[in-house]
């Protein structure tokens, strides 16, 4: 299979779309892993009232890991986000009653383990 090659700088300004043709904004910057020689995440300003924008609620320079990315040509096309990933909010962790020698219950997701007292 043949390995096409680019350079790098072609990709900055490029426009970011999803793959059911959602705007998302431009890229601005690029993170690499230099250890591997590979791109790590796109870095990219979202635009006001995109997709992206509303779901990151107006933050601008918003981490695309790389391996969200479909391809790169004239645009970058990166795979679908809902908006419902960006609102769920923290779970609240039960509260468990406390026994000596007891252990915590398992951490739900977003979640940091606390040891009981």
């Known amino acids: 299979m043949p390995?096409?090659?680019k350079d790098i700088s072609d990709m900055f300004a490029k426009d970011v779309f999803t793959n059911k043709g959602f705007y998302c904004g431009k890229v601005s910057d690029i993170e690499f892993d230099l250890a591997r020689?590979?791109?790590r995440s796109l870095v990219v300003e979202a635009?006001?009232?995109?997709?992206?924008?509303?779901?990151?609620?107006?933050?601008r320079g918003v981490v695309i890991p790389y391996p969200m990315v479909q391809s790169v040509g004239?645009?970058?096309?990166i795979k679908h986000i809902t908006e419902s990933l960006a609102e769920e909010e923290p779970v609240e962790e039960p509260k468990a009653q406390a026994t000596k020698g007891a252990m915590s219950p398992m951490p739900q997701r977003g979640?940091?383990?606390r040891p009981l007292r």
């Open 111 to 113: 979640q940091l383990q």
């Open 3 to 5: 390995v096409s090659t």
């Open 74 to 77: 004239d645009v970058v096309i």
């Open 47 to 59: 635009a006001k009232n995109s997709l992206l924008g509303k779901a990151v609620g107006g933050k």
């Open 37 to 39: 020689y590979k791109v």
